[in-house]
């Protein structure tokens, strides 16, 4: 079954004319060994530019539940979807499952949509007769915030 989202998951539409540059630093990091990173800012990135394409059909939802956690996909992310991408084989996909929105693998197997969970503990994504599908967006970024 699928994950049922509160109210307050619902989609955020990304802002557009908004501007948010961060610095990206031209050296790699190495865990564990510290290094001054001001003397090494290479450029600014707009994390807008880096994260949506389409601004208009862009919306952020709230993860909730487990059914994605093999593709690092974990309850608290935020994933960025876009409704202007058309899905192909291995997109990850926000479909809606009879009024209920949830993250799936979508799969083409002989001009056939196959949707899937990407938890090895979980038991197969099935479609049963007469569930109403459609696609409603393409995942493009997850946004996790790991001071939680």
């Not at 049922?4 to 060994?33: C, E």
């Not at 608290?76 to 990850?92: E, F, T």
Request: hydrophobic share 45%.
């Amino acid at each position: 079954m699928p994950d049922r989202l509160p109210v307050y998951s619902m989609p955020i539409a990304a802002l557009s004319g908004s501007r948010l540059k961060i610095p990206l630093i031209g050296q790699p990091v190495h865990a564990g060994f510290p290094s001054p990173a001001d003397d090494f800012i290479e450029e600014m990135i707009d994390l807008n530019e880096v994260l949506i394409q389409n601004p208009t059909a862009t919306f952020l939802w709230r993860v909730v539940g487990d059914c994605m956690i093999d593709v690092k996909i974990f309850p608290g992310d935020v994933v960025v979807v876009d409704r202007s991408l058309s899905p192909k084989h291995r997109s990850i996909v926000l479909a809606i499952i009879d009024g209920d929105p949830t993250l799936k693998r979508l799969n083409r197997r002989g001009g056939v949509m196959v949707l899937h969970n990407e938890n090895a503990k979980l038991p197969a994504f099935t479609i049963a007769d007469g569930m109403e599908i459609s696609i409603w967006g393409v995942v493009t970024a997850t946004i996790r915030d790991l001071k939680k």
